[in-house]
């Protein structure tokens, strides 16, 4: 079987992060891509001279030129700024609104075949415009947000409860920003349900509750807390692992069942829009979107990230994209 292409545009901080991690784990041959003369030849020579102590053999180079991404299987974008201290990840939207448009005409000219996992933000905005540009069909073009936001939420409360991450399961619904749903109700640890061990813990239901309600509030918050640590830049190791596990739910046809920002059609009171939305991942990209219910509370937090997603993409268009 011939080795996996994977294209990463963008070789910034999240870039450089997802080429190494894809070559530890030998997914498949990696191209880097960025604008910036050197920079993507550069990490990947870094990388690659890396190979015989950690062991891997896949081929891992840069370029500046959307011809050497011919072929690819999978194609992750970080291309656009980050946020910097005080900015919401709504106001990237013009900047990166204009790269996105660039960058979906590269990928629709040279791999038009190929999955893409869009991480560049505003993310619902930026998948949307992505899909339009480049015309890939919807169950191919997705977007990472809700592995890192429900991985995020799994930690606070592994934190919190003392027991190992590995037990927790939490989800995180709904766009990636300040409106996005931690699933409450449904998070548990192996089965059993973290507001019951809350509850246990604290011998009062009141404060289970104003625990729990800061750790969602820690969630919805989560990647500005890093910004303000970092100052200049945000987020980069976990938002490359969750597209890794993405990618990798794909090229092994794993099914795995990952939040995902995927193109919703008359599901979770949405249609016509891209959401976080429990989805199962394999080599169909998208294969299903899963619906669960939702209690009258958790499904006004969704109608209301339902709404703001929406008004973000209509802005988008207003603005000529
Ligand atoms: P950064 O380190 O600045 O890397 C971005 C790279 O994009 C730079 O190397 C630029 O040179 C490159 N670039 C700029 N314009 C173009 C272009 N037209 N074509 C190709 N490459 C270009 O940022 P980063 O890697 O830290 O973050 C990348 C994006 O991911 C930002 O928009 C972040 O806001 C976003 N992000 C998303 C998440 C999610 O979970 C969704 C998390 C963290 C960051």
């Not at 999240?14 to 991690?21: C, D, E, K």
């Not at 192996?190 to 813990?201: A, F, I, Q, S, T």
């Amino acid at each position: 079987m011939a080795r996996k292409k994977i294209a990463l545009i963008g070789g910034g901080q999240i870039g450089g992060v997802l080429a190494q991690l894809i070559s530890l784990k030998e997914l498949g041959d990696v191209i880097l891509f960025d604008i910036v003369e050197d920079l993507p030849q550069g990490k990947t020579l870094d990388i690659a001279e890396a190979s015989r102590i950690d062991g891997f053999d896949v081929s891992v180079k840069g370029t500046n030129s959307y011809k050497d991404i011919e072929g690819s299987d999978i194609v992750i974008i970080t291309a656009g700024l980050p946020r910097k201290p005080g900015m919401s990840r709504d106001d990237l939207l013009v900047t990166n609104a204009k790269i996105m448009q660039q960058v979906a005409e590269g990928v629709k000219e040279f791999a038009s075949n190929a999955f893409v996992i869009v991480i560049s933000n505003p993310l619902d905005a930026m998948v949307t415009l992505f899909q339009k540009v480049s015309g890939i069909p919807h169950h191919k073009v997705m977007g990472q947000a809700g592995v890192l936001d429900s991985s995020r939420f799994s930690t606070f409360i592994a934190w919190e409860l003392g027991v190992s991450v590995k037990d927790i399961n939490a989800m995180v619904l709904g766009g990636h920003g300040d409106t996005m749903v931690p699933l409450v109700r449904y998070a548990n640890v192996n089965g059993m349900p973290v507001m019951e061990l809350l509850e246990r813990k604290y011998g009062d239901a009141e404060k289970a509750k104003e625990v729990m309600k800061a750790m969602v509030d820690r969630t919805k918050m989560a990647g500005g807390e890093v910004v303000k640590l970092l100052k200049t830049g945000s987020a980069f190791y976990s938002p490359a692992s969750a597209a890794v596990q993405m990618t990798e739910a794909i090229l092994k046809d794993e099914k795995r069942v990952l939040p995902t920002c995927a193109f919703v059609k008359d599901q979770y009171g949405a249609d016509g829009v891209y959401l976080g939305v429990p989805a199962v991942l394999g080599a169909d990209g998208v294969e299903k979107v899963l619906e669960i219910s939702l209690d009258e509370e958790e499904t006004a937090a969704l109608n209301n990230s339902i709404n703001a997603v929406t008004t973000l993409v209509a802005d988008m268009e207003r603005l000529g994209f």
